[in-house]
């Protein structure tokens, strides 16, 4: 008897979960006009340190498992609603991905200790923060879009940048909550706001009834950011060229 409540409640935290995240993927795509897709998900393979799930992508030795896009590509994300509410009915455990750049906003990700300490950091600083993507291993801020030949021109300003400081920019993505990926869940350290307004729990909402988008959250620019985060990887055990997320 106990087994088969256990299975119960197992059950209908799945649909919980799967039904969070639908609406989450909604919310980005059809509110805030963020391009998402699902994510290649997880298998019951450990990583390689004998912790965490494997990726569900054929390569055993995956960087990112579960939290990268395979099946469909990065090219397929949408801010088409019935796209996307396709996607997430048919496979609600998929990781919720962003596909950066564009109109979309980019982001800087780094080991977990060294975005906690940029985060200290920038508070410090009365520097005002956008979302903040949290996974056990890496912290990525999400930041308003730009251009590569930006980030060349910023990067070109600095004697080093750490390797483990990454940039998701045009071509590129990021995991959302709230997702599951090999390392654990995925939350918001930050939660997103709107423009002109102080964060509070995240309320994923869809369009409005007249089908106008809802503002999406406030973005700060990367150059506001970029020497914080550049300190406090650089701080921190880099923790090699291994992504890792």
Request: positive net charge; aromatic residues 6%; glycine residues 10%.
């Amino acid at each position: 008897m106990r087994e088969i409540l256990g299975r119960r409640r197992r059950l209908r935290l799945r649909r919980k979960e799967g039904a969070a995240r639908l609406d989450a993927a909604l919310t980005f795509a059809t509110a805030w006009q963020w391009p998402v897709l699902p994510g290649a998900g997880t298998a019951p393979a450990a990583l390689r340190d004998g912790r965490g799930l494997g990726c569900a992508c054929p390569d055993p030795d995956c960087a990112v498992p579960g939290a990268h896009p395979f099946d469909p590509g990065l090219l397929a994300a949408t801010t088409d609603e019935r796209m996307v509410r396709w996607w997430w009915t048919n496979r609600p455990a998929a990781p919720v991905m962003l596909a950066t750049g564009g109109r979309a906003p980019c982001a800087v990700s780094l080991p977990a200790l060294a975005g906690a300490r940029a985060l200290v950091a920038l508070d410090r600083m009365g520097m005002r923060l956008g979302p903040v993507v949290a996974t056990p291993t890496r912290w990525s801020l999400l930041v308003a879009p730009y251009t590569l030949e930006r980030l060349g021109e910023l990067l070109y300003s600095k004697d080093w940048v750490p390797s483990s400081l990454r940039f998701h920019g045009e071509g590129g993505y990021l995991v959302l909550p709230p997702s599951e990926i090999g390392t654990g869940q995925v939350r918001w350290e930050r939660v997103p706001a709107p423009p002109a307004a102080r964060p509070s729990p995240p309320v994923f909402r869809r369009a409005s009834a007249k089908g106008a988008p809802v503002a999406a959250p406030w973005l700060p620019d990367v150059e506001a950011v970029l020497d914080a985060l550049v300190a406090a990887s650089t701080s921190a055990p880099d923790g090699g060229s291994r992504l890792a997320y």
